[in-house]
């Protein structure tokens, strides 16, 4: 099963994820899973994000201007049907957030079935909870998916292991230092000051648990099920990085 049936995407789809394990990852291949369905994928971010390591499938569009970003978005579709979209180059590699207006114009280019969007940071953590400017959903946006990955569990709950430590202790109540639990990832993941911030409520909500392989997937059966009983309509175990990267829908 592809990523993109996973989360039953369908087009004119505006996709945010937010969170950390494996979102970048998850970003590019929902872009490349559209591109092979016909239709133009725009992958983006209304936050810092990092261009891909597999350049060469993937177009990069850059513009000093926000206000040209969309006309050159335009012009690159004429050669290519999976386009990264950014405003100019950030530190350690990184490419410059683009506003939160910016993928629903996108999206009403011709030929453009869905626009992915990282809405956070994670400084490559496989947990986090959202900061006080985060995350910036963009406009439109027609599903959230909050990203946890599940190497994490077990680990202290500090920083070397999980991004803003200090605010999932607070959401969750627990102590700094403690093994993150599968009651604490869950805690976060459903609750409105972390994985579910700034969700519209028009919006559908998911959750990805990546890195589920053979020796976790008792534990992420266990936190998918805690998910979906605190009211999350999809939990996607996955591997995104292997092939296929789908595990098992909980729904």
Known sequence: MRLSDAFDLGSGEIVALVGGGGKTTAMYRLARETAAEGGAAIATGTALFTPPSDRPRHLIVITEREDALTEAVRAALVRERCIIAAVGHGTQGRLLPVAASAPAAMLAL???RRV??????SRTRAFKAP???EPVIPDGATIVIAVAGMRVLGQPL???HVHRPERVAAIIDAELGAPVTIEI???VLAHPLGGRKGVPADARFAVLLNQVDAGRIGDAR?????LRAAGVDRVVLAQAREEPPVVEVLR
């Open 110 to 112: 011709p030929g453009v």
């Open 116 to 121: 992915i969007v990282e809405a956070d940071g």
């Open 131 to 133: 900061g006080e400017h």
């Open 158 to 160: 500090d920083a070397e």
């Open 185 to 187: 990832m869950a805690g």
């Open 222 to 226: 266990r936190l998918g099920s805690m």
